[in-house]
């Protein structure tokens, strides 16, 4: 299950409101097996033909859930992921925005003692094409099976570069978000392992963002990979930030600039895109000069 | 969300941290009778959110109680620039009046989250008063580091550290070591983002203080930080900020060009501004409306875009998601009919519904600018401009 979700996973969403229950009818419409919804107090429910259980352990125990999807309030989505954890969920998928950064970094301390992997929050998601399996909340229609791999911190970058490679005519074999906020449960660099070591993608896109020291992990990461990997920094251009202190500078120093993460791309061998509405052209060039299109 | 540099030493001495004697006074009456109170000589220090408050005249030393009143009659009411605020300034509208201390030496202190390691760090130096990232990028060994696993919390032998590092033995390492616990316990327990006390003073008479406080609190904690939320200074936030926040359609940030971008994701936000530098425009500000779902959201985030002066062409560049773009043609076609928005519109849709949205931009007779892409998109509203 190298882009951890394929036809076998079974799909649990926790936080079963508005948002899950739309997502939770897109995902099955497509294909994907969404095995119950959790809501504390509606257990035995049915919503929208999905079964309904108070808690994920009972989704696990009825269900065989092995992927959480969650859709929980930000004041609550931590407890939601170290449920999940709890049950001993696999991949546990968190699009929830706006969670406290000193909730994040505890769950992402239980977390590194756990078999189980996180990814987000704030993302889109996972979506494996050939698999019809969708467990997130991206545009299904402007993604074409084919063997390009999306990861990026931006959501809605996702849909852009996927756009730009089917428009280019070249078609995916999924995308995974890995979310925006500064502690996320897995790192650009753990995402390009999957798609490297996925046998139905033969390529990469990969988005980052100035801030942090992400993109130079995943550079590291690209060193020793066979894969192409295009990569494009959103932020370039963007004015420095008004921040108040200069501690979070000291912590990332000048890495977070754009440049200095478009050089430890290049040097790793990547091919970097300056301008974002040339993500899908330069892909086509590399696959082309790759033997690959 | 920021707070105020009395606010961070209120909080701070809550905690135990010692701080200067002093008092707001949002009159120059005040300020007098504050430094009649404390006696000898004190700072006037404008409170505004930006550092570099010296160098933009918002600091000044009084050396008696009727230069206090004359000083914080200049302070109280002028607009502070810094190099952080822009030339706009920021409004002050009271100041902190301080004893004055004799200073022996100047410490670095500061507690943030390092995302990469998902941990706190408390990060020190014996080079306080200083420009702190000079510091690290040219002495690295200046600078002590310790971080908190969120497993067993800070520890007492980290604070030890750091005092004995910081040089502060014998009877100021006590002090020293109390001092660094409060600060990372106020930072811990309040959500926050950033806990900076440069400098850190000791004092010619044996008093270790913290002279300076910048404090700001996790926004996303906000929530469960509800006495700290009430703290928030909205005049030093700007005016079409506030208002794209008040009416919930998300965030706005105001820049130096001229071309006014409507986007959804901060990631698409940032790109479009680089497609519109490398097509060699500039943008003007942007509205990041995230998720919003409603035609009125669209028109309410155009009329803010649409209002300000610096804007000669108006881009949207929307992919939707959860977003879906024939609300947002909708939301294009009720601004554009209600006069919000004059200035030549370039319009991108892409992703849900994006053949129903284009559908009603086509339908609605409007002189719209389209585009396929986003290259398209960004050279479309240079050239509308030049």
């Known amino acids: ?293 | 969300m920021k707070l105020h540099e009395y606010q961070a030493k209120q909080l701070l001495a809550s905690y135990g941290v010692p701080v200067p004697e002093g008092k707001v006074a949002t009159t120059p009456e005040e300020a007098q009778i504050i430094a009649e109170e404390i006696g000898g000589r004190v700072v006037i220090k404008a409170q505004a959110h930006t550092g570099a408050r010296g160098k933009g005249g918002g600091v000044k030393v009084a050396e008696t109680p009727a230069e206090a009143f004359k000083i914080a009659g200049e302070i109280i009411g002028m607009q502070l620039v810094t190099k952080q605020t822009g030339p706009a300034g920021l409004p002050v509208s009271f100041v902190l009046v301080e004893e004055a201390i004799s200073i022996e030496r100047e410490l670095y202190l500061s507690v943030a989250i390092d995302g990469s390691m998902a941990m706190p760090v408390i990060i020190a130096s014996q080079e306080g008063g200083m420009d702190i990232e000079e510091v690290a990028e040219q002495r690295p060994e200046a600078i002590l580091k310790q971080y908190i696993d969120p497993a067993c919390g800070f520890q007492g032998y980290q604070a030890r550290a750091l005092a004995f590092g910081l040089g502060l033995s014998g009877e100021l390492n006590r002090p020293a070591t109390a001092l660094i616990e409060a600060v990372t316990k106020s930072f811990l327990e309040t959500d926050g983002s950033i806990a900076e006390i440069n400098p850190v003073v000791v004092t010619t008479d044996g008093r270790i203080l913290a002279a300076d406080a910048k404090f700001s609190i996790d926004d996303s904690a906000l929530f469960r930080q509800k006495n700290l939320a009430d703290l928030r200074d909205r005049s030093q936030e700007a005016d079409k900020e506030l208002e794209a926040q008040d009416a919930g359609i998300g965030n706005y940030i105001k820049l130096d060009g001229n071309i006014g971008c409507l986007v959804n994701g901060a990631g698409l936000a940032m790109a479009t501004l680089d497609a519109i530098k490398m097509a060699g425009g500039d943008a003007a500000n942007f509205l990041d409306i995230g998720t919003a779902n409603s035609p009125e959201a669209v028109v309410a985030a155009l009329k803010i875009i649409g209002t300000d002066p610096d804007v000669k062409a108006v881009l949207v560049n929307i992919f939707g998601g959860l977003a879906r773009t024939d609300i947002i043609a909708q939301g294009i076609i009720d601004a554009k009919n209600q006069g919000l928005i004059p200035q030549p519109t370039i319009v991108r849709l892409a992703g849900s519904n994006v053949n129903e949205g284009n559908a009603l931009l086509d339908n609605s007779g409007l002189d719209l600018v389209r585009a396929a892409d986003f290259a398209e998109a960004a050279k479309s509203a240079v050239s509308a401009i030049s």
């Open chain 1, 1 to 293: 299950m190298s882009l951890l979700l394929d036809e076998n996973s079974k799909v649990v969403i926790q936080g079963f409101g508005a948002a899950g229950q739309r997502e939770a009818i897109i995902c099955r419409d497509y294909g994907t097996n969404v095995v119950a919804g959790v809501t504390p107090g509606k257990g035995g429910q049915e919503i929208e033909g999905f079964p309904i259980r108070n808690t994920v352990q009972e989704a696990v125990d009825e269900f065989d859930a092995n992927v959480s999807l969650i859709f929980v309030p930000a004041p609550f989505a931590a407890d939601a992921i170290l449920e999940a954890n709890s049950a001993d969920v696999p991949v546990i998928i968190c699009i929830t925005e706006n969670i406290p950064v000193q909730d994040m970094m505890r769950v992402k301390r239980v977390l590194s003692n756990s078999d189980s992997t996180l990814i987000g929050p704030n993302c889109p998601g996972i979506i494996n094409i050939g698999a019809r399996a969708r467990a997130g909340i991206m545009p299904i229609d402007v993604y074409m099976d084919g063997n390009v791999g999306v990861i990026s911190r931006s959501g809605t970058l996702v849909y852009e570069a996927v756009d730009q490679l089917t428009k280019a005519g070249i078609g995916q074999s999924g995308s995974i978000g890995v979310g925006g906020d500064p502690i996320i449960g897995t790192s650009q660099a753990e995402a390009l392992a999957l798609l490297e070591n996925d046998p139905n993608t033969a390529a990469i896109v990969l988005i980052g963002e100035i801030g942090g020291t992400a993109e130079q992990e995943a550079a590291e990461y690209i060193k020793i990979m066979n894969k192409p990997v295009v990569a494009f920094i959103a932020g370039a251009t963007a004015p420095p930030g008004r921040r108040m202190g200069h501690a979070g500078a000291i912590i990332a120093g000048a890495a977070g600039t754009a440049e200095a993460k478009q050089q430890a791309l290049r040097d790793a061998g990547a091919t970097v895109v300056e301008n974002p509405g040339e993500i899908g052209s330069q892909m086509l060039a590399v696959l082309k000069e790759q033997g690959l299109a």
